[in-house]
């Protein structure tokens, strides 16, 4: 611990540079698509698993990043494995002639729904024309006839009978305004009121009791009347059903035969046969007014003949596949279907061909893809979809039948079987949440396709991540790269994750930053994407989003933001922040500061004290608070009271990162000595003294070095980061060449000591075999410092002790 220096990174060991050599390719138009998805080879295992295993709890959640293009590697995927299986058939409800309101499912081979929908109407079309005709028939007209002609007959015989009788007694039968009469007649004419008493009195007895009789007779005949007309009437309904048996019979025996192979649609047309001889009125012309409005759906067809329609819920008959349906918008209603209404004379009707399928019905037998926020965004969704899958049907009702809201009557459609596969898609955060607070998800979704965002960078991923540039390029219809632009995109995305050693794989930020770099070069007019187009596209991107670190550097350089960049200064460091201003990221300096007195071992973070500190940057000091109290003060109390704060800090504080540099702060108090304000440090500690990886670390150097480079660099500026972090840099190319020319550097710690030996200019110091630290050294200062606050305390306490002992010896 006597070397105070520090060898800087090279200027090589700073950013990785991707060589065109990498590439066995002039421009990417000589390569062919690829297929192949870089490093998703573990998603794409899960997904083959989730698609292929039997069972109806493996269903998949897909999660991670959306720019890695997750969505498309997942239909992409289905639909590989969807290709060459069975194809599900078609879903259709028909009408339940016995109870309307309960239609019921008829499952169909692929294409027959289609069929039998089409058949059925011919079928309807057919006995529009037929029916009526045969009603209208030669043979029809003469047995309607006949039927008309005898009871005709034999009321004509019953008056001819009556009337013979009547004046065989000297009577007649007459009309009169209320009916048919019976009155006496001479010579053929009626006899009045006045005539007929006349007449001698046993004549006229004799004429009464034979009008008597005749009126009897004339009663039952009335009386009779009524059953004559019903049996009038049953002969010419039989007639009417034997017709209409013979024309529906012919009609509906053809789709029989067509359909005998299957069973469903044999009991079906059975039932629409019974249907249609019990309801044939519906075909006759005379019964079959202009309707005043369309019906939706079928222009304007009676609505009487709907019943015979069938509504084809899903036809699979043009599909090469089973179906991969991806539902963007998953509804309560878009997911298990609905039932339509149409008003109609101010009212809301419907029937069974109003029913609307769901996703559920449209992907039954394939894959459905759901994105799980937009999903639990929907009201009840989430629930029908597990209601469904756990019972592994769909039930059709309303919002309103669900809540009820409603009590109106409305369908009941037969609950439809299904079986399917379902992906969801989204965050890890949203799987975690589902996993632990809903207890069907886990039973449900048992296969996770866990997507990466990055892949380790090897000559093998480079090839595939060149190829797949260019097949990004073609497929939006962009001009090729050239090796160079895809050398320099290989270095933005090795940038883009903050190691050196990964590549990112999130396609869709490498597609815009293709597109921009493609209108480059069609400004230009070249045919080919080249390195110049990327490194300005890049720029391009930079400046439209760093306003606000404009601004935070201009603040920095007019010192209304305090930041020292030469000479030294007691428990004052300069730590390095990273600032996310929304899909940009950069770094700037921030001044910690520290400041100690005796206390009772307590090291007070004034960020967390005013609840601007995360709980990780809290934690990490506590671990620094732990670090001191175990390194110098294993002998004795430690009386130490120490605040640290970041200056002039507006905003919440979050990260242990800085941990280091408040480690180097407060050492420095201690010890009275002196930090360089040319260096900035980043970098998180243990308990042991250790210093550990951080995050951000491009954006930091990037950010320090702005501010130097604004005021002049000396050759002295630099900063302290992790030796581990080394391997994950990617800096600018501004900082590279500082660095090359000495006028910047970059240096690897490992311990504190390391750190703040730098830092002050004076040996850390290491315990010698008597336990103590050598004179001169930072950590004997320290150590001094801790002891004395640790005998004042003491010389306090004294007095104290020696009052509570007195009090104790002169109570009761």
Same mark, same amino acid.
């Given at each position: 611990?006597?070397?105070?220096?520090?060898?800087?990174?090279?200027?090589?060991?700073?950013?990785?540079?991707?060589?065109?050599?990498?590439?066995?390719?002039?421009?990417?138009?000589?390569?062919?698509?690829?297929?192949?998805?870089?490093?998703?080879?573990?998603?794409?295992?899960?997904?083959?698993?989730?698609?292929?295993?039997?069972?109806?709890?493996?269903?998949?959640?897909?999660?991670?990043?959306?720019?890695?293009?997750?969505?498309?590697?997942?239909?992409?995927?289905?639909?590989?494995?969807?290709?060459?299986?069975?194809?599900?058939?078609?879903?259709?409800?028909?009408?339940?002639?016995?109870?309307?309101?309960?239609?019921?499912?008829?499952?169909?081979?692929?294409?027959?729904?289609?069929?039998?929908?089409?058949?059925?109407?011919?079928?309807?079309?057919?006995?529009?024309?037929?029916?009526?005709?045969?009603?209208?028939?030669?043979?029809?007209?003469?047995?309607?006839?006949?039927?008309?002609?005898?009871?005709?007959?034999?009321?004509?015989?019953?008056?001819?009978?009556?009337?013979?009788?009547?004046?065989?007694?000297?009577?007649?039968?007459?009309?009169?305004?209320?009916?048919?009469?019976?009155?006496?007649?001479?010579?053929?004419?009626?006899?009045?009121?006045?005539?007929?008493?006349?007449?001698?009195?046993?004549?006229?007895?004799?004429?009464?009791?034979?009008?008597?009789?005749?009126?009897?007779?004339?009663?039952?005949?009335?009386?009779?009347?009524?059953?004559?007309?019903?049996?009038?009437?049953?002969?010419?309904?039989?007639?009417?059903?034997?017709?209409?048996?013979?024309?529906?019979?012919?009609?509906?025996?053809?789709?029989?035969?067509?359909?005998?192979?299957?069973?469903?649609?044999?009991?079906?047309?059975?039932?629409?046969?019974?249907?249609?001889?019990?309801?044939?009125?519906?075909?006759?012309?005379?019964?079959?007014?202009?309707?005043?409005?369309?019906?939706?759906?079928?222009?304007?067809?009676?609505?009487?003949?709907?019943?015979?329609?069938?509504?084809?819920?899903?036809?699979?008959?043009?599909?090469?596949?089973?179906?991969?349906?991806?539902?963007?918008?998953?509804?309560?209603?878009?997911?298990?279907?609905?039932?339509?209404?149409?008003?109609?004379?101010?009212?809301?009707?419907?029937?069974?061909?109003?029913?609307?399928?769901?996703?559920?019905?449209?992907?039954?037998?394939?894959?459905?893809?759901?994105?799980?926020?937009?999903?639990?965004?929907?009201?009840?969704?989430?629930?029908?979809?597990?209601?469904?899958?756990?019972?592994?049907?769909?039930?059709?009702?309303?919002?309103?039948?669900?809540?009820?809201?409603?009590?109106?009557?409305?369908?009941?459609?037969?609950?439809?079987?299904?079986?399917?596969?379902?992906?969801?898609?989204?965050?890890?955060?949203?799987?975690?949440?589902?996993?632990?607070?809903?207890?069907?998800?886990?039973?449900?979704?048992? !296969?996770? #396709?866990?997507? +990466?965002?990055? =892949? @380790? &960078?090897?000559? *093998?991923?480079?090839?595939?991540?060149?190829?797949? %540039?260019?097949?990004?390029?073609?497929?939006?219809?962009?001009?090729?790269?050239?090796?160079?632009?895809?050398?320099?995109?290989?270095?933005?995305?090795?940038?883009?994750?903050?190691?050196?050693?990964?590549?990112?794989?999130?396609?869709?930020?490498?597609?815009?930053?293709?597109?921009?770099?493609?209108?480059?070069?069609?400004?230009?007019? !070249?045919? #080919?994407?080249? +390195?110049?187009? =990327? @490194? &300005?596209?890049? *720029?391009?991107?930079?400046?439209?989003?760093?306003? %606000?670190?404009?601004?935070?550097?201009?603040?920095?350089?007019?010192?209304?933001?305090?930041?020292?960049?030469?000479?030294?200064?007691?428990?004052?460091?300069?730590?390095?922040?990273?600032?996310?201003?929304?899909?940009?990221?950069?770094?700037?300096?921030?001044?910690?500061?520290?400041?100690?007195?005796?206390?009772?071992?307590?090291?007070?973070?004034?960020?967390?004290?005013?609840?601007?500190?995360?709980?990780?940057?809290?934690?990490?000091?506590?671990?620094?608070?732990?670090?001191?109290?175990?390194?110098?003060?294993?002998?004795?109390?430690?009386?130490?009271?120490?605040?640290?704060?970041?200056?002039?800090?507006?905003?919440?504080?979050?990260?242990?990162?800085?941990?280091?540099?408040?480690?180097?702060?407060?050492?420095?108090?201690?010890?009275?000595?002196?930090?360089?304000?040319?260096?900035?440090?980043?970098?998180?500690?243990?308990?042991?003294?250790?210093?550990?990886?951080?995050?951000?670390?491009?954006?930091?150097?990037?950010?320090?070095?702005?501010?130097?480079?604004?005021?002049?660099?000396?050759?002295?500026?630099?900063?302290?980061?992790?030796?581990?972090?080394?391997?994950?840099?990617?800096?600018?190319?501004?900082?590279?060449?500082?660095?090359?020319?000495?006028?910047?550097?970059?240096?690897?710690?490992?311990?504190?000591?390391?750190?703040?030996?730098?830092?002050?200019?004076?040996?850390?110091?290491?315990?010698?075999?008597?336990?103590?630290?050598?004179?001169?050294?930072?950590?004997?200062?320290?150590?001094?410092?801790?002891?004395?606050?640790?005998?004042?305390?003491?010389?306090?306490?004294?007095?104290?002790?020696?009052?509570?002992?007195?009090?104790?010896?002169?109570?009761?």
């Amino acid at each position: 611990m006597n070397d105070v220096s520090l060898k800087p990174l090279a200027a090589e060991a700073l950013r990785w540079h991707c060589s065109e050599s990498a590439f066995d390719f002039e421009t990417t138009a000589a390569q062919a698509d690829v297929e192949r998805v870089l490093g998703q080879d573990r998603a794409t295992e899960a997904l083959r698993l989730g698609a292929r295993i039997a069972g109806a709890a493996h269903h998949v959640y897909a999660m991670g990043d959306p720019a890695t293009d997750r969505l498309r590697v997942v239909l992409d995927s289905l639909e590989r494995e969807a290709a060459g299986r069975p194809i599900p058939g078609d879903w259709c409800y028909i009408n339940r002639f016995d109870d309307p309101r309960r239609p019921r499912v008829l499952v169909l081979a692929p294409g027959q729904g289609a069929r039998l929908r089409h058949d059925m109407n011919g079928l309807v079309d057919e006995l529009r024309a037929s029916l009526p005709a045969a009603f209208e028939s030669d043979s029809y007209r003469a047995s309607r006839t006949a039927i008309d002609r005898e009871f005709e007959e034999r009321e004509e015989h019953f008056w001819s009978e009556l009337q013979e009788d009547a004046e065989q007694h000297g009577l007649g039968v007459v009309r009169t305004p209320q009916g048919f009469a019976i009155a006496a007649l001479r010579d053929g004419e009626l006899l009045d009121s006045e005539a007929f008493h006349k007449l001698p009195e046993a004549e006229q007895q004799e004429a009464m009791k034979q009008i008597e009789r005749l009126t009897e007779l004339l009663k039952k005949h009335v009386q009779q009347l009524p059953e004559w007309m019903r049996e009038r009437l049953k002969r010419v309904r039989d007639l009417d059903r034997e017709v209409t048996e013979l024309a529906i019979r012919g009609a509906v025996g053809e789709l029989k035969a067509k359909y005998s192979e299957q069973e469903a649609v044999s009991g079906y047309l059975g039932e629409v046969e019974k249907d249609l001889i019990d309801n044939a009125q519906l075909f006759r012309r005379e019964e079959q007014p202009a309707l005043p409005f369309v019906l939706p759906g079928g222009g304007e067809k009676e609505l009487g003949l709907r019943r015979y329609d069938v509504n084809v819920l899903v036809d699979n008959g043009a599909s090469g596949a089973p179906p991969v349906v991806h539902e963007t918008s998953p509804t309560y209603q878009n997911l298990i279907g609905r039932v339509e209404h149409t008003a109609q004379f101010g009212a809301l009707v419907t029937d069974f061909t109003m029913i609307r399928p769901g996703a559920l019905h449209r992907a039954n037998g394939g894959f459905l893809v759901i994105d799980a926020i937009r999903l639990l965004s929907s009201p009840y969704a989430w629930d029908a979809l597990k209601r469904s899958l756990l019972n592994r049907e769909v039930r059709i009702e309303s919002l309103g039948e669900l809540l009820s809201l409603a009590s109106t009557t409305t369908l009941e459609p037969e609950r439809v079987r299904v079986d399917l596969r379902v992906v969801l898609v989204g965050p890890r955060l949203v799987y975690r949440l589902l996993a632990m607070l809903d207890e069907d998800f886990p039973a449900l979704f048992s !296969v996770v #396709a866990d997507f +990466a965002d990055t =892949v @380790e &960078r090897e000559p *093998a991923a480079l090839a595939t991540y060149g190829a797949l %540039l260019g097949t990004l390029g073609r497929r939006a219809g962009l001009r090729p790269l050239h090796r160079g632009a895809v050398a320099r995109l290989v270095e933005e995305s090795l940038r883009s994750t903050g190691d050196a050693q990964r590549l990112s794989v999130r396609m869709r930020d490498a597609e815009a930053l293709l597109r921009e770099a493609d209108y480059l070069a069609g400004e230009e007019g !070249v045919d #080919a994407v080249r +390195a110049e187009h =990327v @490194e &300005r596209a890049v *720029a391009g991107q930079v400046r439209r989003r760093d306003r %606000l670190r404009e601004r935070w550097q201009e603040a920095a350089q007019r010192r209304h933001v305090l930041i020292d960049t030469s000479g030294a200064v007691t428990a004052q460091v300069n730590g390095l922040s990273v600032v996310d201003a929304g899909g940009f990221s950069f770094g700037h300096p921030s001044r910690i500061t520290a400041t100690v007195r005796m206390g009772e071992g307590e090291v007070v973070d004034i960020e967390r004290e005013v609840e601007l500190g995360g709980a990780i940057h809290s934690k990490g000091v506590m671990i620094l608070s732990a670090f001191i109290s175990s390194r110098y003060a294993p002998r004795f109390p430690l009386s130490l009271r120490a605040s640290l704060v970041f200056e002039q800090s507006y905003g919440g504080v979050e990260g242990d990162s800085a941990s280091l540099a408040e480690a180097c702060a407060l050492l420095s108090a201690l010890a009275d000595l002196p930090l360089r304000q040319d260096l900035a440090v980043t970098g998180s500690i243990n308990q042991l003294g250790s210093v550990q990886v951080v995050g951000g670390l491009n954006e930091k150097i990037e950010g320090f070095f702005d501010v130097c480079n604004r005021r002049g660099l000396t050759g002295a500026q630099g900063v302290l980061i992790p030796a581990d972090n080394a391997q994950h840099l990617m800096l600018r190319r501004d900082v590279v060449d500082a660095a090359r020319d000495g006028r910047f550097h970059v240096y690897p710690v490992r311990t504190v000591d390391e750190a703040i030996a730098f830092l002050t200019g004076t040996t850390a110091g290491a315990r010698d075999e008597s336990g103590e630290y050598p004179e001169g050294t930072v950590n004997r200062a320290v150590e001094e410092r801790l002891l004395r606050f640790a005998r004042v305390r003491r010389r306090f306490a004294r007095p104290r002790l020696a009052r509570v002992a007195k009090a104790g010896d002169s109570g009761p």
